[in-house]
């Protein structure tokens, strides 16, 4: 059987949602019901999506070449391992191309990359790329804190943002070098703050972004926002939910099986295995 991702170009995002976990002990007793109430914390789900775009971008989604989503209520290292189960099925080392998109978050950047590499995927064919969206905000936030007049802000940010798009970050960050240095206080903090997360995201080689778009590849992060809002936030998060573990993690599971419009598929597997268990 043909690996899914063979000769294909492959977008890899991941993301972490919240909801509420209700845990074993008991809150305080309600005095109208006399019930006890519970107690919960609150827990990221990890959520992965793998799909294939076409040469113009487009993201397929058929029955032969269909979207993966998938994640986990479990740590960090259960999620890795489900992800690399995943990419290991679906053949990725044998894409023709791989982007990996996600937000800031450090856990990201420090093991999927080296997990990519360790699978095989080709190293000239394989970008890293923090959503364009989240670099955005990021360049929103120093803007705010350069300039007090909000025209100011405007007038600067627009062609910032322009020139980020361009993938000429090594010029952006010494525009914001050159204003940080006539912000001081709280404001000078926040310009300082922000030089740093760019320049560590320029100096891994993250924010190629007009390299990506030329490729016709996506430079933002929407397909895995969109799972987390219709896996967890429709469904999972709000107010009065609270989850015992186990429960949730299905209901997870299944949820991105709807997403990905292969609940049909999903439903023949169960049975197939109720059938012929192994």
């Known amino acids: 059987m043909t690996p899914l991702l063979k000769d294909h170009r492959v977008v890899i995002s991941v993301d972490g949602g919240r909801t509420r976990i209700r845990n074993a002990k008991t809150g305080k007793r309600r005095h109208n019901s006399h019930r006890h ?5 609150w827990i990221e789900p990890k959520l992965l999506t793998i799909y294939v775009v076409d040469s113009l971008g487009k993201r397929v989604n058929t029955a032969e070449i269909s979207v993966t989503n998938d994640g986990t209520y479990g740590k960090l290292q259960p999620f890795l391992e489900l992800l690399e189960m995943h990419l290991v099925r679906l ?13 800031g978050a450090e856990w990201i950047w420090k093991h999927i990359p080296p997990l990519l590499q360790r699978l095989g995927c080709p190293q000239e064919s394989t970008h890293g790329l923090l959503d364009f969206y989240h670099a955005t905000e990021h360049l929103h936030m120093f803007a705010d804190a350069a300039f007090t007049q909000p025209r100011e802000q405007r007038v600067w940010f627009k062609p910032a943002r322009s020139t980020l798009k361009r993938g000429q970050s090594a010029d ?14 709280e404001r000078g903090a ?3 703050s922000e ?3 760019f320049t560590k995201f320029h100096q ?3 924010l190629s972004y007009s390299q990506v ?5 996506p430079i933002g992060s929407g397909a895995i926002e969109s799972l987390i809002r219709q896996v967890v936030n429709q469904r999972l998060k709000g107010n009065g939910k609270f989850w015992l573990q186990g429960n949730v993690e299905a209901i997870l599971h299944a949820r991105c099986q709807w997403a990905a419009r292969t609940w049909s598929t999903f439903c023949d597997s169960i049975l197939t295995a109720r059938l012929y268990p192994a």
């Open 172 to 185: 952006l960050l010494a525009r914001m070098q050159a204003l940080s240095q006539k912000s001081c206080g």
């Open 91 to 103: 053949g990725i080392n044998l894409a023709s191309q791989v982007v990996l998109i996600a937000d």
């Open 195 to 197: 030089i740093q997360y």
């Open 204 to 206: 891994q080689g993250r």
């Open 213 to 217: 778009a030329a490729m016709k590849m």
């Open 37 to 41: 109430g519970y107690k919960a914390e």
């Open 190 to 192: 926040t310009t300082i």
